[in-house]
């Protein structure tokens, strides 16, 4: 799919998807390889957009599976339409047919079987393998990231009643995981690993760049060397690059040209989630940010 690093920066590219090398290498050999990819880091760092990239540059469906705690096989992977089962049951007995074995064997046709996001990624599809996302696998219970081993193993799944289905095309896996449990070593020997950081100020305004064009370059510069400053602080939820954009839109929409203390505390919602940590910026301590960032600006 892509025949170097610098191809697979192009494609994420194509994708307003602004990687770094490292980033970029790892997407290269997952696709070049056909291992899939998990990508682990703290939330709103950009790890779940990379399938969605993916799969509009590839012109690939997106299968996506978002998990939870609980999660089981009937919503993960294949379930049986009960209601239509029933109805046959009901039409067979009205029509006098009391084969039961038959008619087992006719309920438990695949037309029956309701397809859920992993079966779904195996099906064959005329565009090429699908994307298949498996999005916070940190959510969920142990017993179903052991499941998830034959598929990632073999990319096969089995339905007892009508044997083992198999993709003709292993789909392109992304796993995605905000580290709130550790996910056990078997299923990350099944993959190539990457940890996705914040980025840079530099790698961060030019996301800015590419995402929201219409921003103003001051208010850009502020916005990034603000985030970058408050990611120093001791906060329980530090600003994703998902909460930089939001701000960055939030502040051109108050017809902001640059930063300042009042519009930093009547904003500070849109990249801030917790009270607490919005109590510790408020007030001087925000001033007192903006004037350091202010004086390293100057500085030549």
Known sequence: MTRSIDDTLALLGQGDYVADRPLATA?????????PLFLEGEAGVGKTEIAKVLAKTLNRKLVRLQCYEGLDVA????????ARQMLEIRLAEASGDTDRS?????????EFLIRRPLLQALEFDPRGAPVLLIDELDRTDEPFEAYLLEVLSDFQITVPELGTFKAE???????TS?????????????CFYHWVDYPNAQRELQIIKVRLPEIPEQLSND???????LRKEDLFKLPGVAETLDWAKAL???????????VINDTLGTLLKYQDDIMKIQGSQAAKMLGEIRMEMRKP
């Open 75 to 82: 919503s993960a992977v294949y379930e049986w339409n009960y």
């Open 223 to 229: 916005v990034v060397a603000f985030v970058a400053r």
């Open 252 to 262: 051109h929409t108050l017809d902001c040209l640059e930063l300042s203390p009042e």
């Open 169 to 175: 095309e292993p789909p392109i896996v992304i796993v």
């Open 102 to 110: 038959a008619l087992a064997k006719d309920i438990f046709a695949e």
């Open 178 to 190: 905000n580290r709130t449990r550790e996910i056990h070593d078997a299923l990350k020997r099944r």
């Open 27 to 35: 997407v290269h050999l997952a696709l070049a390889l056909g291992r």
